[in-house]
């Protein structure tokens, strides 16, 4: 078939922001560089918790009103850990931490090798994006909490 006189030539999608291999890669290098530089700029606590009281946020209020740790605590603190370059403290600190510190690590690599190269996060992200990988991430850090409620509180014998 012929178009039609009266039929308009479709005009091309302007391209989006988002879909723009190089900008989406730029947000992922901006974020993962500036939180790994924020951890690198903290000193860790001794604690094992707390780092986060050094950027003016308050303490961990379930921590202080009950006296068990959040399913975040430890994670600032695991993070200055492994930007530090000490990741054996950055996991028994939070192991879920460093697991995160590990993939945001990942992330900036990978995003500033695409940011140069012109590559795709996109496969990357869809291979993540996985109810499978989902479910273990919150298995893993349901488990990270567990470890950290057993260190904070003495249970394992940790803090006596």
Request: proline share 7%; with cysteine.
């Amino acid at each position: 078939m012929y178009p039609s006189a009266s039929a308009s030539p479709k005009t091309p999608e302007p391209a989006s922001i988002v879909s723009n291999p190089r900008f989406a890669s730029a947000v992922v290098f901006a974020v993962s560089a500036t939180v790994l530089g924020v951890a690198y700029g903290l000193t860790p606590s001794g604690e094992g918790y707390g780092t986060h009281t050094a950027m003016g946020l308050p303490a961990c209020g379930m921590l202080e009103t009950t006296g068990i740790p959040c399913m975040t605590c430890g994670m600032t603190t695991s993070f200055s850990y492994a930007a530090h370059g000490d990741f054996a403290a950055s996991f028994l600190t939070q192991p879920a931490g460093a697991l995160l510190a590990l993939l945001t690590t990942m992330a900036a690599v990978l995003s500033g090798y695409a940011l140069v190269s012109g590559m795709s996060l996109a496969p990357i992200a869809a291979a993540l994006w996985r109810p499978r990988v989902i479910v273990l991430g919150f298995v893993l850090a349901a488990a990270a909490w567990g470890y950290k409620i057993f260190i904070v509180t003495g249970w394992f014998g940790a803090n006596s």
